[in-house]
């Protein structure tokens, strides 16, 4: 594997930009709020300058999500697709062949033209141009170097901040930092988000639309997932488990337990969290979270813990998809934890 690393820097990404006239904007499937607002900051500042621009998100979209975006701003594909005839193709808040699933075979169709805005540690060789910096917490600080760079406006000075580009960068630097909680909120996050409040962002309302805004069917989810709680390593690591026959019984779909893996990280002595979700038969997906222990033990690294089952994303953050029954993956799991 290349190291996954910035082959280009933002001066030249703008300047790639500003000389394309039909941009394709695409980011990860089933998109979060800095993959979300990366593809909403960008596609509103390209706008501004007068391209035309597609934008698309993949896979499941909460409705929490698709409420960042205007009525027909962004299309999901494979419902639609995205041209290949487009000049240029943004790809942001991933670089990595297994969150863009749907769209691996156009991006091969349009590989040599596909520029990428990342700030994970790991990924593939899908973006030829691409700017890395995973001391960024949110793929957002980075775009907003980008609109900064094309000289767009963070609010359109005859409009509101609803729907503004500023709006979409603040989701996103709110969303990955946990709400600036978690390490990688630092100073310059901060200081972004002061920038951002300043012109106007309503951080209550994009709070309420974001976190407050699920359906019913989330608290039964909730109480299956918490009843599946089993402790491990002497109370330090928690995995839960949710099958398909949870979410028959709670009525539930897929985008009714965005975050639930958090829920454990309220307990003192748990420093990292695990749901094993069955998204259909055969296949299970398996988010990782963690938070920095009050002993003097690192924090636990999931994104390298991830990596052991393929899976990826961030160190306190992290994801893996198995192919495999929810019983299957969950031994699996348990096989690594005896290593942790
Ligand atoms: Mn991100």
């Not at 503004?164 to 996103?172: D, W, Y």
């Amino acid at each position: 594997m290349k190291r996954y690393a910035s082959t280009s820097d933002l001066p030249s990404i703008a300047a790639r930009l500003r000389g394309a006239s039909h941009i394709t904007i695409l980011t990860h499937s089933k998109p979060d709020g800095d993959a979300a607002g990366s593809l909403l900051a960008l596609a509103r500042a390209l706008r501004a300058i007068g391209k035309r621009v597609d934008a698309f998100f993949t896979g499941i979209v909460e409705a929490n999500i698709m409420g960042l975006a205007r009525d027909g701003e962004v299309l999901v594909a494979p419902a639609a697709m995205p041209s290949v005839t487009t000049d240029v193709v943004v790809l942001v808040d991933t670089g990595a062949w297994s969150q863009v699933e749907p769209l691996q075979e156009y991006l091969r169709a349009v590989a040599g033209r596909v520029i990428g805005l990342d700030h994970h540690a790991r990924g593939d060789e899908i973006a030829g141009d691409r700017v890395v910096d995973p001391s960024l917490a949110s793929a957002t600080q980075l775009v907003v170097k980008l609109v900064d760079e094309l000289g767009v406006p963070l609010v359109d000075p005859n409009g509101t901040p609803h729907f503004s580009i500023a709006e979409a960068v603040f989701a996103g630097l709110a969303t990955d930092t946990g709400w600036f909680r978690f390490q990688s909120a630092n100073a310059g996050v901060y200081a972004l988000a002061a920038r951002l409040l300043a012109l106007g962002v309503d951080k209550t309302s994009l709070y309420q639309r974001l976190e407050e805004n699920w359906r019913p069917a989330r608290l039964g989810m909730m109480a299956r997932a918490l009843s599946s709680l089993t402790f491990h390593h002497g109370g330090r690591v928690t995995m839960m488990r949710l099958s398909q026959q949870d979410f028959a019984d709670a009525r539930a779909a897929q985008d009714d337990i965005g975050g639930l893996v958090n829920m454990p990280l309220s307990i003192g002595t748990v420093e990292m969290s695990i749901i094993l979700t069955e998204s259909e038969p055969q296949v299970t997906k398996v988010s990782f979270r963690s938070k920095p222990s009050l002993s003097a033990s690192p924090t636990i690294d999931v994104n390298a813990f991830a990596a052991r089952f393929g899976g990826g994303g961030h160190t306190q953050a992290a994801g893996a998809r198995f192919k495999l029954s929810l019983h299957e993956a969950q031994r699996e799991v348990e096989r690594e934890l005896e290593t942790l």
